[in-house]
C-alpha cells in the first residue's frame, strides 16, 4: 500500500511539474493528463486495496506540521471509498481535459497554472481522505479549496468568471471558520488533535457542545456540500470552470462535504439525537427540492447541471439523514441501508453527473455557446457525445436499469422501513420525504427531456449549433469510460452493495452488512420490505428490446418508410422557429411552482401614437431570481457596508481628533485600572 | 563582539552617506553590504542563544543584553533592513528623487535601522525607550522625501501623533521607576530589565497599573493598535516602498517587543491577568477597526497598512492568551514580517508602473507584471492565511491557543472578523491581479528579474514555516515564552 | 418442473395482458358512447386499427434521427416488462422478485422519458407541447404514487405486489383499512392522469389546446404509432389490474389447478370490468379540466396518500 | 523641618509650573505662549535645583544646567524665528474658547489627583506632594496640543508635556538615571530640531501653519 501512495504523491507531482515544463506544448497537456491518471489510479488502486483487505493503511510525518502533532495520514475504509470516488471521477476528467485544454492554447488562460493546480488539487483532495488530524485535515481541506479556487478562475479575462471565483471562495472559507470552530469545540484546545483521541473526547463531551459542534460540522461542511442556502456558489462558479474541472466539482470535491459530515458526525461523535438525523433529512429535503426547480428554469446547460448536483446532493443526505436517525433508535441495519443509498448515489453521481458535465464540455467546446436556446440538431453533428448525454441523462433521472435508480431505490426502501420506529410522529416523517423524493426524481426527468431534448434534437437554432462537429477522441475517450461506469453500476448493483456494507462496517457502531442485502443477483431489504434484481432487469429490457423488431420482422411487418415534411397545419417548410424552446418547455412548471419561483412578470404594450387600437410591439420579460438569496445573503453584505462606513469615520484625517482618541483611550483606561 | 557587528554596520552607513556629497549608487551598494554583515552577525546572536548561551550582555553597565526574545527580533529586523536596502531608490535603475533626497534617504533609513536595533538590544528599558522615539524622528524624515502635500501631511501626523504617544510610554517608564526607587532607593542601574525584573514583586500594584496603562497606550501607538493607529496607514501609504517595508514589517514588532517586554514586569508584580485583559481588549478592537477599514478601500498601500494593522492586533491578543498564545503570537510575528515586507516592496513597483495608488486604476497585473504580479499574489494569499503559508499555521496555532484559554466566544468573535478581512482582501487583490491592463501601460517585468531572488527567499520561509518549524526557532519561540510567562 | 410450469404461466399471463388490453381500452370506449346514447364502436375495434397500423407504410418527419425510430421500442419494451412484474391471475410468480412496485412506477417513466424525447425529435411545435405538458404531468403524479406505495407497503409489509397479494389475502382486514381505502383514492386519480384520461387528457381529441399524449405523438404513423398505442392501453391495462389486485386481490391464483386458474381469469376480467364502467362514468361526467387545474387535481391526490399513510400508521 | 521646608518648596514650585501650564490656555498671542513656555522652564529649572540640593542629588545639577541651557535659551528662541520665518499668527484660534478650555484644564487636574493617590501614598519622598501636579501638567500639556490648530502651538503643548515628564521625574524619583535623563534631552532636542523642519515644510507646502488644512489623508 505504501508503494502505490507514493507512487500516487510522484505521479500528482510529476504532472505538475510537466506543466510547468510543458508550458502550451500538446505534449505537455499530455503529460499533465497522465499524471493525473497515474496519480488517481494508484490512488483508486490504494483505495481498493484498502476496502479490500480491510486493513487500514497508515503513514504520519511528525516533523511536518510539528505544531498539528505532525502529519498523519491514515485511510480507513470510509476514507477509502471517497478515494475510490475520486479515482472514479478523476481519471475520465483528466483524459478528457488533455483534449479539452487545447482551447486554452490560444492564450486566453494559461496553461502551465491549470496543469499545476490540476494535480495539486487532485492530490490535496485525495490527501483530504487520508487526513488523521485536525491540522492535517484542514490544510488539505483549505489546499483542495485553494487550488480548485484557481481553476475555477481559468478564464480569469472574463469579470463573471472573477466573481464567481471570489463567491467560491469567501463561501469555502467561511465552511472552513466553521469547521475550525467545530473542530476547537471538540479537541478543547488540545495540542493533539488526532482523531482517536477525539472520538475519545467526544464521549465525555455536554450534549451542548456535540450539538454545538454538530451544527458547526453541518453548516461548514455543507457549504462545501452545496446545501441550500449555501450553495450560492454552486450555480456560479460550476460552469465558470473548464468543463473537466467542473466535472471534478460537481462530481467529486462536493462529496468531500459528504465525507467530512460522515467522518464527523457518525464516526467522531459517534451519532447523536433524533433531531440531528432529522436536520440532515430535512435539508436534504429541501435542497433536492429547490435545486431541480431551479436547474428547470435554467437554459445555461452548465448551470442546469449545477443546480442538479444541488439536487443529488440532497437526495445523498435524504438518505444519510434516515440512516442517522434509524441509528438514533438502533434500527442498525435499516440504518446502514440508508447509509448504504447515500454512498451508493454519491459515487453514482460522481460517475453521471461527471460524465454530463462532460458532455456540456464538448457541446460548448463545439458550438462556444452554453445557451441551450442556441442549439438543437447536434445528435445528428456529434452523435456520440449525444449517446454518452442521453446515457448520463437516463442515469441521473433514475430510470432502470442504470445507476441512479439503483441507488434511489436503496433510498426509498429505506426510508419506507421509516414504519419500524417506534415513535409515530417521527416516523411521520418519511413518508413526506418519500413523496418529495418521488416529485424531485419525476422533475429530474422533466428537466433532462428538456435538456437533451432542446439540446440535440430536431433542428440547429443558431449557425453555431449548425456548425458544430464532434470533438476529439480524448474527450470521446473520457465520456465513453463514464458511460459504461453507469451501466456497469446499475447492473452490477448486488457486487456493489456488499463493499458498501464492508465500507461502513464498524462505523459509529454499524453491524458488518456485507451479506445483509444481497442474494446473489438480488438485491432486498431488511425485513424482506422490497426486492429487486436490476440485473435481471436490464437483461429483461434488451431482451425485449432485441425480441421487438424480429417478432414484426417475423410476421413480415417491415413496411418501407417515407421521409417528408412534418405535418404543420398546411404551413410548407420546417425552420428551427416553430420549434418548442427551453423556456417554452419549462413554462408549465413554471406556473404550477410559481409560488417558490416568485417569477418577476413585465408586459409593456406600446401603441400606435394616433390610436391605441393599433399596437405596435408588445414586449413580455419574467425573470426568476432567487429570492433567498437576496433574503439570506443581502442582509450580511449590507451590514458589513454599513460597519464598514462607520469605521470610515474613524480614520476622518483631522489631526486633533485623532489625538483625542488617544486621550481618551488613555483616560479611560487609566480611570478603568484606578478604580475597578 | 556580534553586538558590535550587528550595531555598528548601519551607524557606518549613515556615516558613509553623510560623508559622501552628492550621493551616489554605490554608497547604496556598500550600504545593502553592510546590512548582510548585520545580518549575519543577528543570526550568528540568535545561534549562539538558541544553542543555550544565556542572555549576553555587552557594553558599560550591561547597556546592551540580548536574550531569545531579543534574537527572534533582532533577526526580523536586520533581515528586513537588508531586504529594504537592497531594494532601496537610487541603487541602479531609474529613481524618482534626485541625489540630495537619496544622500537624506540613506542617512536617516540607517539610523532608523541602527535605533531599531538598539531597541530590541537594550538592556535598559529607559534606553529602549529613547530607541524607540527616536525611529520615530529618523523614520520621519524620510516619509516626505518627495515633498508632496499628501507627504508632509503624513509625516507630520505620524511624528506628532508617535511623539505624543511616546512621551506616555515615557511616564509609564517614571512612574515604574520611581516604585522602584520608593521600594529600593536611587541606583544607576534600576532600568535594567533584569534588575527592575527581580525587584518586580514587591512593586506596588496600583502604580504598576497605571504604569502599565500608560506603557500600553504609549507604545501601542507605534505598534499601530486601535485606536491609536490612525498615523499608520497615512505614513505606510506615502513613505518610499523600503521605509514602508521596514515600519510595517518590523517597527510594529518594534513597539509590541517593548510592550512585551514591560509586560513580563508588570505581570510580576500584578500577575498576567490585568495586562491579558487589556492586550485582548486592544487587540480586538484592533482587529475590528482593521477588518472593517479594510471593506471598502480604495487604495492598496492603505489596504497593505491595515492589514498590519489586523496582524497586530492578532499578535496583541496572542500574547495575552497566556504560554502557547504567545508562542503563537511570535510565530505570527516572524510570518508577518515576511511577508509584509515583501508585499510592501512590491506594492512599490506596482506604483512605479501604474503610477497610482488606487485600488481601480491597477488591473490585469498578474499580465503586465507576471513575476511581480505572482509574487504579490503568493503574498497575499499569506496574509490572508491560507496554505501552504506560516500564517496559517500560527493563526491556527493562535485559535486553538484561544480555545485552550477557555475564551471560545472571543476567539468565535477573532475567527468572524478574520474572515470579514479575508473575503476584503482577497476580493481587492482580485481586482489588481485579474482583468485587462490599462492601455497605454509597458507590458513586462521590471528588468533584472534576478533582483527579485530575494522574495524567492521570503516565500520559501513562509512555505517553510507553513509546513516545519525549524529547531533554532522553535528553542528560541521556547525560550520566549519562558521569558514571557515565567 | 414446477418452475417451469410457473414461468411458463408468468409468460402467459403477460401475454393475457398484452392481448386484453387493447380490448379493455375498447370497452371503456364503447361504454361510454352507450352512455352518451352513441352507438359507438365495438370494444375489439382497437384491434382493427393495431392491424391496419401494422400494415401501413411509415412516414417520418426528415429532422428525425434515430432516437425517433428508437423510442417506440423502448415504450413498448418497459410497458411489457413493467406487465411481466404485475400479479393479474397468479399471486407469487418467479418474475416477483426481479422488481417491486417501484421498479414497476420506474420502468413505466422508462418509456415516457423516451416518448417525450421523440415529441421533441421532429422539431415541430406540437411535439413539444405535448412532451412539456406530458412530462409535467408525470412529474407531479409521482409523490401520489411514490406516497400510495409506501401506505400499501405500511399494510401489507411488502413492496413486491405478488407478496403484496398474498399477505392481503393471508390476513384481508388490511384491505379494507382507511389507509388502503385513501390510497386506493389517491391511485385512481393518478392512475387517469397517468393513463391520459378526463378531465387530465382527452384521448378522443385532436385539439391542440388540450392534447398532451396526442400531441407528443402526433409524428407516428403506421408500425410505431402502433406499437405506442399498444403500449398505452397496455399501461392501462397495468393501472387497472393493480388497482384491482392490490385492493381486492380475492380471485388471485395462488395455486395452480386448472380450477383456481380459471376462477381467477373470471374474478380479474370481473374486477377490471367494473373498473373500466368506473372509469367510463367519470369520463362522461367530468369535463376536461384546464391544463393549469391538473395540478391542483393531483394534489388532491396527494393529500389523500398522505392521509392514507398517517392514518395507517397511526393506527398500526 | 528641613523635609516640610523642601516639599513645601517643591510643591509651591510645581503649582507655578502647572500655574504657567493654565496661563498658557488663556493666552491668544503666540508670543505669550513662547514666554509662558519660557517662564515654565525657568521654574521647572529652578525646582530641579532644589530638589538636587535637599535630595543630595548631585546630578541634577548638571540636568538642570542642561534643561536651562535647552529649554529657556534654545528652543524658545528657535520657535521665536521660527515664528517670525513663518509668520507667527496674532491671534490663536482654539477649538475650545478661553473659558471652556480653563474648566477642562481644572477637571483634569482634579482627575490627575484622583489618579495619582495611589502613587502618592507609594512613595516615602518629601517630593510626593507635587506629583498630581505635574500629571495634572501633562494632561494640561496634551489638552493644549489636542485644542490648539497651529504647527506651532502643538510643538508648544508638545514641549509643555514634556515638562510635566520631567517635573513627575525629578519629584518622583529625584530624576531618572543620567544616561537616560541626557538621551531623553537629546531626543527632544532632535523631535524638536525635526518638527521645526516639517513646520517649514508646512509653511512651503501649504503656504500656510494651520493644521486644520491637513485633512486629506482619510480612510
Not at chain 2, 152 to 159: G, L, M, P, R
Not at chain 2, 409 to 426: C, E, I, N, R, S
Not at chain 3, 182 to 206: C, S, W, Y
Amino acid at each position: 500500500m505504501r508503494a502505490l501512495f507514493l507512487a500516487m504523491l510522484i505521479a500528482y507531482s510529476l504532472g505538475a511539474l510537466a506543466a510547468l515544463a510543458g508550458g502550451r506544448s500538446a505534449l505537455g497537456r499530455r503529460l499533465v493528463a497522465l499524471g493525473a491518471v497515474a496519480g488517481s489510479g494508484a490512488g483508486l488502486a490504494l483505495g481498493a486495496a484498502v476496502i479490500a483487505t480491510g486493513v487500514p493503511f497508515a503513514l504520519s510525518f511528525p516533523w511536518l506540521l510539528p505544531l498539528g502533532g505532525g502529519l498523519a495520514l491514515r485511510l480507513d475504509s470510509l476514507g477509502a471509498f471517497f478515494l475510490v470516488v475520486v479515482g472514479v471521477g478523476a481519471i475520465p476528467a483528466a483524459v478528457y481535459g488533455a483534449g479539452y485544454s487545447a482551447a486554452y492554447e490560444d492564450g486566453r488562460a494559461s496553461l502551465p497554472l491549470l496543469g499545476v493546480m490540476f494535480n495539486l488539487f487532485l492530490l490535496t483532495m485525495s490527501l483530504v481522505t487520508l487526513a488523521d488530524n485536525v491540522l492535517t485535515f484542514l490544510l488539505m481541506w483549505e489546499g483542495m479549496s485553494l487550488t480548485s479556487y484557481f481553476l475555477v478562475i481559468t478564464e480569469s479575462e472574463d469579470e463573471e468568471v472573477r466573481d464567481a471565483g471570489l463567491w467560491y471562495l469567501a463561501m469555502t472559507h467561511m465552511g472552513l471558520v466553521l469547521l475550525l470552530g467545530a473542530f476547537m469545540l471538540l479537541t478543547g484546545g488540545a495540542v493533539s488533535g488526532h482523531f482517536e483521541d477525539l472520538r475519545g473526547r467526544a464521549v465525555s463531551l455536554t450534549p451542548g457542545t456535540r450539538d454545538l459542534v454538530y451544527l458547526l460540522a453541518l453548516l461548514g461542511f455543507g457549504s462545501k456540500a452545496g446545501i441550500v442556502p449555501l450553495h450560492v456558489w454552486l450555480p456560479r462558479a460550476h460552469p465558470a470552470a473548464p468543463s473537466h474541472v467542473s466535472a471534478l466539482l460537481s462530481g467529486v470535491m462536493i462529496k468531500m462535504g459528504v465525507y467530512g459530515l460522515l467522518r464527523v458526525v457518525l464516526d467522531l461523535l459517534g451519532g447523536g439525537p433524533a433531531w440531528w438525523g432529522g436536520l440532515v433529512l430535512g435539508v436534504g429535503v429541501v435542497s433536492a427540492l429547490l435545486g431541480v426547480l431551479y436547474a428547470l428554469m435554467e437554459h445555461d446547460l452548465k448551470r442546469l447541471l449545477a443546480f442538479h448536483s444541488v439536487e443529488n446532493i440532497g437526495i445523498i443526505l435524504i438518505g444519510i439523514g434516515a440512516g442517522l436517525m434509524f441509528h438514533r433508535y438502533g434500527l442498525m441495519s435499516l440504518a446502514a441501508l440508508g447509509f448504504i443509498g447515500g454512498l451508493y448515489h454519491v459515487i453514482n453521481h460522481a460517475a453521471f453527473k461527471s460524465l454530463l458535465f462532460l458532455g456540456a464540455g464538448s457541446v460548448l467546446y463545439a458550438t462556444g455557446t452554453r445557451n441551450m436556446e442556441e442549439m438543437g440538431g447536434l445528435i445528428k453533428r456529434m452523435p456520440w457525445t449525444a449517446i454518452f448525454f442521453l446515457i448520463g441523462a437516463v442515469a441521473i433521472s433514475a430510470l432502470p436499469p442504470l445507476n441512479g435508480f439503483v441507488s434511489e431505490w436503496l433510498i426509498f426502501q429505506s426510508l419506507l422501513g421509516g414504519v419500524q420506529i417506534p415513535v409515530p410522529e417521527v416516523a411521520a416523517v418519511m413518508p413526506v420525504a418519500v413523496g418529495l423524493l418521488a416529485l424531485t426524481s419525476g422533475l429530474t426527468a422533466a428537466c433532462f427531456v428538456k435538456a437533451f431534448g432542446i439540446t440535440f434534437l430536431a433542428l440547429p437554432r443558431s449557425l453555431k449549433a449548425a456548425e458544430a462537429h464532434e470533438s476529439p477522441w480524448s474527450m470521446r475517450l473520457g465520456m465513453a469510460g463514464l458511460g459504461l461506469g453507469c451501466i456497469g453500476l446499475g447492473v452490477a448493483a448486488f457486487a456493489v452493495v456488499p463493499v458498501l456494507g464492508r465500507v461502513l462496517a464498524g462505523l459509529g457502531g454499524l453491524p458488518d452488512t456485507r451479506a445483509e442485502f444481497t442474494l446473489n443477483v438480488f438485491l432486498h431489504t431488511p425485513s424482506g420490505l422490497g426486492q429487486m434484481s436490476p440485473t435481471l432487469m436490464a437483461l429483461g429490457l434488451v431482451l425485449l428490446l432485441g425480441l421487438l423488431p424480429s417478432v414484426l420482422w417475423l410476421f413480415r411487418l417491415q413496411r418501407r418508410r417515407r421521409l417528408s415534411d412534418p405535418w404543420g397545419c398546411g404551413r410548407v417548410g420546417q425552420t428551427a422557429r416553430m420549434e418548442y424552446t427551453a423556456t417554452a418547455f419549462a413554462e408549465p412548471l413554471k406556473r404550477v411552482f410559481a409560488d417558490i419561483y416568485r417569477p418577476m412578470k413585465k408586459l409593456t404594450v406600446d401603441f400606435h401614437p394616433r390610436s391605441k387600437y393599433f399596437v405596435q410591439s408588445i414586449e413580455y420579460r419574467s425573470e426568476i431570481t432567487p429570492w433567498f438569496d437576496q433574503a439570506l445573503y443581502r442582509p450580511f453584505l449590507e451590514s458589513a457596508t454599513f460597519v464598514a462606513k462607520q469605521m470610515r469615520r474613524l480614520q476622518a484625517g483631522s489631526l486633533h481628533l485623532y489625538l483625542l482618541y488617544i486621550a481618551v483611550v488613555l483616560i479611560v483606561l487609566l480611570v478603568f485600572a484606578r478604580w475597578f | 563582539m556580534d553586538f558590535l557587528a550587528l550595531l555598528f554596520p548601519p551607524l557606518l552607513g549613515a556615516l558613509l552617506a553623510f560623508v559622501v556629497r552628492p550621493y551616489r549608487a554605490a554608497v547604496g551598494w556598500t550600504n545593502a553590504c553592510l546590512s548582510m554583515v548585520s545580518l549575519g552577525a543577528a543570526f550568528l546572536l540568535a545561534a549562539s542563544i538558541s544553542a543555550g548561551r544565556h542572555a549576553p550582555t555587552f557594553g558599560p553597565g550591561e547597556l546592551l543584553r540580548a536574550d531569545g526574545l531579543s534574537a527572534l527580533l533582532v533577526v526580523c529586523v536586520a533581515a528586513v533592513a537588508a531586504l529594504a536596502l537592497f531594494y532601496s531608490p537610487g541603487l541602479g535603475g531609474e529613481s524618482p528623487y534626485d541625489t540630495t533626497q537619496l544622500r537624506r534617504y540613506q542617512i536617516f533609513v540607517n539610523l532608523f535601522i541602527f535605533s531599531m536595533l538598539l531597541a530590541v538590544t537594550a538592556n535598559n528599558v529607559g534606553v529602549m525607550w529613547i530607541a524607540v522615539e527616536a525611529t520615530t524622528i529618523f523614520s520621519a524624515m524620510v516619509i516626505p522625501l518627495a515633498l508632496t502635500k499628501a507627504s508632509v501631511e503624513a509625516s507630520w501626523k505620524y511624528i506628532l501623533i508617535c511623539s505624543v504617544g511616546i512621551t506616555l510610554a515615557f511616564v509609564g517608564t517614571v512612574l515604574a521607576y520611581f516604585d522602584f526607587v520608593a521600594l529600593a532607593g536611587r541606583r544607576e542601574n534600576a532600568l535594567n530589565w533584569p534588575v527592575l525584573l527581580s525587584a518586580a514583586p514587591g512593586l506596588h500594584p496600583e502604580v504598576m497599573r497605571l504604569a502599565f496603562v500608560f506603557l500600553v497606550v504609549g507604545f501601542g501607538t507605534k505598534a499601530g493598535i486601535a485606536p491609536m493607529h490612525t498615523w499608520l496607514p497615512d505614513a505606510h501609504s506615502e513613505a518610499p516602498s523600503p521605509l514602508s517595508a521596514m515600519m510595517s514589517g518590523v517597527l510594529l514588532a518594534v513597539a509590541l517587543y517593548a510592550i512585551t517586554r514591560w509586560k513580563v514586569v508588570v505581570d510580576a508584580t500584578l500577575g498576567p491577568d490585568f495586562s491579558n485583559e487589556l492586550l485582548l481588549l486592544l487587540g480586538l478592537f484592533s482587529l475590528l477597526v482593521a477588518v472593517f477599514s479594510l471593506v471598502l478601500q480604495r487604495n492598496y498601500k492603505r489596504m497593505l497598512a491595515y492589514s498590519s494593522i489586523e496582524h497586530s492586533g492578532l499578535i496583541c491578543i496572542g500574547l495575552g492568551l497566556g504560554p502557547l498564545g504567545v508562542f503563537a503570537a511570535f510565530l505570527h510575528l516572524v510570518c508577518h514580517t515576511a511577508a509584509k515586507s515583501m508585499l510592501f516592496l512590491l506594492a512599490g513597483e506596482v506604483l512605479h508602473r501604474y503610477r497610482s495608488t488606487e485600488l481601480e486604476r491597477v488591473s490585469g497585473l498578474i499580465k503586465v507584471m507576471p513575476l511581480t504580479g505572482a509574487l504579490f499574489m503568493g503574498g497575499i494569499l499569506a496574509i490572508v492565511g491560507l496554505p501552504p503559508f506560516g500564517l496559517f499555521i500560527s493563526e491556527f496555532a493562535l485559535i486553538r491557543a484561544g480555545f485552550a484559554a477557555g475564551r471560545p466566544g472571543l476567539m468565535a468573535a477573532v475567527l468572524v472578523l478574520l474572515a470579514v478581512g479575508f473575503v476584503a482582501l482577497v476580493g481587492h487583490s482580485n481586482k489588481m491581479l485579474y482583468g485587462a491592463a490599462p492601455e497605454g501601460i509597458t507590458l513586462g517585468d521590471v528588468p533584472g528579474n534576478w533582483r527579485k531572488a530575494p522574495f524567492l527567499v521570503s516565500v520559501l520561509v513562509l512555505a517553510t514555516l507553513g509546513l516545519v518549524l525549524p529547531a533554532p526557532l522553535e528553542v528560541l519561540l521556547d525560550q520566549i515564552v519562558i521569558v514571557v510567562t515565567q | 418442473m414446477v418452475l417451469t410450469v410457473e414461468y411458463a404461466l408468468e409468460v402467459s399471463q403477460a401475454v393475457f395482458g398484452l392481448a386484453l388490453a387493447p380490448f379493455l381500452v375498447g370497452f371503456v370506449r364503447w361504454v361510454k358512447a352507450r352512455l352518451q346514447n352513441r352507438r359507438g364502436a365495438p370494444p375489439w375495434q382497437l384491434y382493427y386499427e393495431l392491424a391496419k397500423l401494422f400494415g401501413k407504410e411509415v412516414v417520418v418527419s426528415r429532422e428525425a434521427s434515430w432516437l425517433f425510430y428508437f423510442a417506440p421500442y423502448v415504450v413498448f419494451a418497459s410497458t411489457l416488462a413493467a406487465a411481466f412484474l404485475v400479479p393479474l391471475l397468479f399471486a407469487p410468480l418467479p418474475f416477483d422478485g426481479l422488481g417491486d412496485l417501484l421498479a414497476v412506477v420506474y420502468l413505466l417513466m422508462l418509456g415516457t422519458f423516451f416518448l417525450a424525447l421523440a415529441g421533441l425529435d421532429p422539431g415541430t411545435a406540437f411535439g413539444g407541447m405535448g412532451s412539456s405538458r406530458e412530462m409535467t404531468v408525470a412529474a407531479i403524479a409521482e409523490p401520489t404514487i411514490a406516497v400510495a406505495i409506501f401506505s400499501l407497503a405500511i399494510g401489507t409489509g411488502s413492496t413486491n405486489l405478488g407478496r403484496m397479494v398474498t399477505l392481503t389475502l393471508d390476513n384481508p382486514a388490511t384491505a379494507i383499512s382507511p389507509g388502503h381505502l385513501l390510497a386506493f383514492a389517491a391511485l385512481f386519480i393518478v392512475a387517469l392522469a397517468e393513463t391520459g384520461r378526463l378531465p387530465v387528457d382527452n384521448p378522443a381529441t385532436h385539439l391542440e389546446l388540450t392534447m398532451i399524449h396526442e400531441a407528443m405523438i402526433l409524428e407516428y404513423s403506421g408500425r410505431y404509432l402502433a406499437l405506442i398505442e399498444w403500449a398505452a392501453a397496455l399501461k392501462f391495462m397495468i393501472f387497472l389490474s393493480l388497482l384491482a389486485n392490490l385492493f381486492l386481490p380475492w380471485g388471485v391464483a395462488t395455486d395452480f389447478s386448472p380450477v383456481t386458474i380459471s376462477a381467477a381469469v373470471v374474478a380479474f376480467l370481473l374486477k377490471v370490468g367494473c373498473l373500466g364502467l368506473l372509469i367510463a362514468f367519470t369520463e362522461t361526467h367530468v369535463a376536461k379540466l384546464r391544463l393549469f387545474r391538473v395540478p391542483e387535481l393531483l394534489g388532491v391526490s396527494f393529500v389523500l396518500a398522505l392521509l392514507a399513510v398517517t392514518s395507517s400508521l397511526l393506527l398500526k | 523641618m528641613v523635609d516640610t521646608l523642601f516639599s513645601q518648596l517643591t510643591t509651591l514650585g510645581s503649582s507655578i509650573a502647572l500655574l504657567f501650564g493654565i496661563v498658557l490656555l488663556c493666552r491668544y498671542s503666540f508670543h505669550a505662549y513662547v514666554e509662558a513656555f519660557r517662564w515654565q522652564s525657568l521654574v521647572l529649572a529652578v525646582l530641579l535645583v532644589v530638589v538636587g540640593y535637599f535630595g543630595a542629588a548631585s546630578e541634577l545639577y548638571l540636568v538642570a544646567a542642561v534643561f536651562f541651557a535647552l529649554k529657556v535659551v534654545f528652543i524658545p528662541h528657535y520657535l521665536e524665528r521660527l515664528a517670525k520665518r513663518v509668520g507667527a499668527p496674532r491671534e490663536i484660534q482654539p477649538y475650545v474658547n478661553v473659558t471652556t478650555s480653563l474648566v477642562v484644564a481644572a477637571v483634569l487636574v482634579l482627575l490627575a489627583y484622583g489618579i495619582m493617590r495611589p502613587v502618592v501614598q507609594a512613595g516615602q519622598l518629601p517630593t510626593r506632594g507635587g506629583l498630581p501636579l505635574a500629571a495634572g501638567l501633562i494632561f494640561v500639556g496634551l489638552f493644549v496640543i489636542i485644542s490648539r490648530k497651529k504647527a506651532l502651538t502643538q510643538i508648544v503643548g508638545f514641549l509643555v508635556l514634556e515638562n510635566g515628564i520631567a517635573l513627575l521625574a525629578a519629584l518622583g524619583a529625584f530624576g531618572i538615571p543620567l544616561i537616560v535623563e541626557l538621551g531623553v534631552f537629546l531626543d527632544v532636542l532632535m523631535g524638536f530640531l525635526v518638527m521645526q523642519v516639517f513646520v517649514y515644510q508646512i509653511h512651503g507646502t501649504f503656504e500656510s501653519i494651520d493644521v486644520e488644512q491637513l485633512n486629506q489623508l482619510r480612510h
